[in-house]
Every structure is written in C-alpha cells, then in structure tokens.
C-alpha cells in the first residue's frame, strides 16, 4: 500500500453538527494529514494525506459522519500528494 491523497467534498446537513471536529479527529486517529473546513453553500471539503488503507477507511466514517449529520453524497477525487505537510486541521471556512 502507499500514499494517497484525496479531495473530499461532503453534501447534506454537514454544518452545526461537529463534522469538522469529527473529521479531524478521525483523521487524527488514522494519522493523516490534511485539512477540512465549511463553504459557503453549506457543504463541508477538505483533503486527507496517508496510507491508502487510513484513507479509505475515512472516507467510509466521512459518509456516516457524526451522530446529527445526515450526508447526502461524499465526492472524493484523487489530488497530488504534498510534502512537508504535519497534522490535520480545521480551517475557517
């Protein structure tokens, strides 16, 4: 397995429901990197850095989320991976 990095943009009620502390907790526990933050149209992106394995298996807890949350869709694209990145991080929208 190697590297892997990927966009994620999440659909549905995402916001005022810790989706972002979920996911940056989640990641942080499947030691990625990244980072997630709200848009302005209600929808929730980010990009997440690992092992293939780690990051499947977040976009799998990103489709369920948080107890309140109620994703619609998760689109995940494949992005170029990034050097020197430490940590995930919620970012402000």
Request: glycine share 10%; proline share 1%.
């Amino acid at each position: 397995m190697g590297t892997k990095r990927v966009y994620f943009l999440a659909h549905g009620r995402v916001q005022g429901v810790f989706y972002r502390k979920f996911t940056a907790n989640r990641a942080q526990e499947l030691k990625l990197t990244g980072w997630v933050r709200n848009r302005s149209d209600e929808k929730v992106e980010g990009e997440a850095q690992g092992d293939e394995t780690s990051v499947a298996q977040l976009m799998k807890d990103l489709k369920k989320g948080p107890t309140h949350a109620l994703v619609s869709k998760l689109d995940v694209d494949d992005r170029e991976l990034v050097d020197g990145e430490s940590g995930f991080e919620v970012r402000r929208g």
